[in-house]
T-cell receptor, first 114, second 111 residues
Framework: RKEVEQDPGPFNVPEGATVAFNCTYSNSASQSFFWYRQDCRKEPKLLMSVYSSGNEDGRFTAQLNRASQYISLLIRDSKLSDSATYLC???????????????FGQGTRLTINP | DAMVIQNPRYQVTQFGKPVTLSCSQT?????MYWYQQKSSQAPKLLFH???????NEADTPDNFQSRRPNTSFCFLDIRSPGLGDAAMYLC??????????FGPGTRLTVL
């Protein structure tokens, strides 16, 4: 079983639609959680952290359910510029004391159509 | 201003010819990472450092080595690149709040 699993998509939706991404993780000791965005042939960029209480940043809402080991991202009123790959990322302790490492899901590709 | 810098951005090498990719950071972060990302796949962690302490992932091929001579610099050496090593190589650092800062990546082509 993969440590972080996402639906790879692709998702093709019209502009203005609401899109939801889901992600599950296997390591119950995971410490922090993120959504990253990656544009074609570019490096991943942090979109938002995910907290148990849920958090919102403009059109983006992230939720974490620790009991179910489940993370979600909701994009409302999608824009053409939201087209990208969205990566679910989990931070766990590494093999070096005091350090951590990120484990990435394979990403969900999103295309917003005009 | 760029905080994690990778050179070169594009690297072409021949099958079996050693290649070194470099990464530098202006953030003074203790932790640095090297990831390999192949097309349509997630970034895969190869190595990471906490200061001089080094950890390589269990499935990182022996063909891959890394060096970190000081806080600012980290190198990835591929001793005998194969066609399967063609990928984007991403360097990252770990900052406060457990957020990673990625460099722009080096795209490696193996001929």
């Amino acid at each position: 079983r993969k440590e972080v699993e996402q639906d790879p998509g692709p998702f093709n939706v019209p502009e203005g639609a609401t899109v939801a991404f889901n992600c599950t993780y296997s390591n119950s000791a995971s410490q922090s959680f993120f959504w990253y965005r990656q544009d074609c042939r570019k490096e991943p960029k942090l979109l938002m952290s995910v907290y148990s209480s849920g958090n919102e940043d403009g059109r983006f809402t992230a939720q974490l359910n620790r009991a179910s080991q489940y993370i979600s991202l909701l994009i409302r009123d999608s824009k053409l510029s939201d087209s990208a790959t969205y990566l679910c990322v989990v931070n766990i302790k590494s093999g070096i004391q005091g350090a951590q490492k990120l484990v990435f899901g394979q990403g969900t590709r999103l295309t917003i159509n005009p | 201003d760029a905080m994690v810098i990778q050179n070169p951005r594009y690297q072409v090498t021949q099958f079996g010819k050693p290649v070194t990719l470099s990464c530098s950071q202006t953030l003074n972060h203790n932790v640095m990472y090297w990831y390999q990302q192949k097309s349509s796949q997630a970034p895969k962690l190869l190595f990471h450092y906490y200061d001089k302490d080094f950890n390589n992932e269990a499935d990182t091929p022996d063909n891959f080595q890394s060096r970190r001579p000081n806080t600012s610099f980290c190198f990835l050496d591929i001793r005998s690149p194969g066609l399967g090593d063609a990928a984007m190589y991403l360097c990252a650092t770990l900052g406060s709040g457990r957020m990673q800062f990625f460099g722009p990546g080096t795209r490696l082509t193996v001929l």
